[in-house]
Nanobody, 116 residues
């Protein structure tokens, strides 16, 4: 059974940092491309960042470039999202997604709130 469990969310002040983790199980993690998405209240889910199965290539949404870093540890079956210089508009539920062959799997998300 595929499972993706996000953690690391919480309340942070503007300008602060958080590191999200997504622990994967139930599939061959090292064969899956991984990505992060987010969904703010009243808005559609949007792409944040992605990383290839080997970690050799990453991709970011324009508004996250230079502030967010996606990485993965295939030995730990975990993908990370380091978020720096957080802004109130980064407030959202952050979701982890795994893409394996033609299938996609989603986690349940972790809440990130940026507020003073």
């Amino acid at each position: 059974q595929v499972q993706l469990v996000e953690s690391g969310g919480g309340l942070v002040q503007p300008g602060g940092s958080l590191r999200l983790s997504c622990a994967a199980s139930g599939f061959t993690f090292g064969s899956a491309a991984m990505s992060w998405y987010r969904q703010a209240p009243g808005k559609e889910r949007e792409f944040v960042a992605a990383i290839t199965s080997t970690g050799g290539t990453t991709n970011y949404a324009d508004s996250m470039k230079g502030r967010f870093t996606i990485s993965r540890d295939n030995a730990k079956n975990t993908v990370y999202l380091q978020m720096n210089t957080l802004k109130p508009e980064d407030t959202a539920v952050y979701y982890c997604k795994a893409r394996l062959l033609l299938l996609s799997y989603w986690g349940r998300g972790t809440q990130v709130t940026v507020s003073s």
